[in-house]
């Protein structure tokens, strides 16, 4: 490993982190190596169902909309509800981040269809700002803006670029519509109840009335997730971040507070850039 490391691109991030570079792609040194052993061992069955997010478009939303929809009636009692006792991040683990790192035998019970989220990308970088912050800097002041921001541009990020990564599943998506679902955070959240059962039809799990919505909206639902002991206190287990930091605000235009005509701009040019010709607007 060490020996492909050195001949990879590689940047600094958060001037705590280095990421490299694998076919487009930016990854912890720990992720790619998961990575690869997830390629090599990774046997999709016909009834997987694989969340393909990025980093802060609401991956843990979908970490919990999809097993309360799936297994919902076997969460009834609080003594069976996994998200009373550990972060959705665990309770539906990464393929790369917590599956098959330093393991090659992981245990894939929990886990042939495929969902992705896009989120506007002004509020991805705030949320993904506002995390490194928390979970790489705890003790120092925040990373400056303008150079988080000057990386978001050039496409250095965990798991990125993020325009790279949303068009690919974008466009696949028009291709193969019975297999890769493609949300968008921004209308989950203006039209929950629609868009959950958009996605529970396409996991084959439709609702059969509103009190299944109703519930399951409820118990995925932020302000709920946000307030329970163990995200309140917890850790993500064997060394990760605090649970906490994956429930921040949960809102849309939160980067209204953060950026600059400029950065505003800037980004707006790159989206037209990056998105054009191919009808996906975020
Ligand atoms: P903010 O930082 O803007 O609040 P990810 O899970 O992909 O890392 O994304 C994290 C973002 O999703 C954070 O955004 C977080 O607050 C928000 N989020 C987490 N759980 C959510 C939920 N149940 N409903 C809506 N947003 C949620």
Redesign the pocket.
């Known amino acids: 490993m060490k020996e492909i490391l050195s001949k990879l691109p590689k940047q600094t991030w958060f001037e705590v982190c280095e990421l490299y570079q694998w076919q487009g792609s930016w990854y912890f040194a720990p992720h790619l190596e998961a990575m690869f052993t997830a390629q090599l061992l990774f046997e999709a069955r016909d009834d997987d169902i694989i969340i393909a997010?990025?980093?802060?478009?609401?991956?843990?939303?979908l970490?919990?909309?999809i097993p309360y929809i799936v297994e919902g009636s076997k969460y009834e009692d609080d003594d069976d509800d996994p998200f009373l006792k550990d972060s959705?991040q665990f309770v539906v683990k990464t393929l790369e981040i917590n599956v098959f790192r330093g393991n090659q035998n992981p245990d894939l019970s929990m886990q042939d269809c495929l969902l992705s989220?896009a989120r506007n990308p002004k509020?991805v970088f705030?949320?993904s700002w506002?995390?490194m912050n928390k979970v790489m800097r705890p003790m120092e002041s925040p990373y400056p803006i303008e150079k988080a921001f000057e990386s978001f541009c050039n496409g250095v990020q965990i798991f990125g670029p993020y325009f790279d990564h949303v068009l690919k599943y974008w466009n696949e998506s028009l291709k193969v519509r019975e297999k890769i679902l493609f949300l968008k955070?921004e209308e989950?959240?203006r039209n929950p109840k629609g868009e959950v059962e958009k996605l529970a039809s396409f996991i084959g799990r439709p609702f059969a009335n509103n009190v299944e919505i109703e519930n399951v909206l409820q118990k995925?639902?932020?302000e709920r997730?946000?307030n329970l002991d163990v995200n309140k206190t917890g850790f993500v287990r064997h060394g990760g971040p605090p649970n906490s930091s994956?429930?921040?605000?949960?809102?849309i235009g939160?980067w209204k507070n953060y950026f600059t005509p400029d950065m505003q701009e800037r980004l707006d040019h790159i989206a037209t850039l990056k998105l054009e010709g191919s009808g996906l607007d975020l």
């Open positions: 997010t990025l980093p802060k478009t609401g991956t843990t939303w970490k919990s909309l959705p989220l509020d705030v949320s506002h995390f955070y989950m959240k995925s639902s932020f997730l946000k994956f429930f921040r605000l949960g809102t939160d």
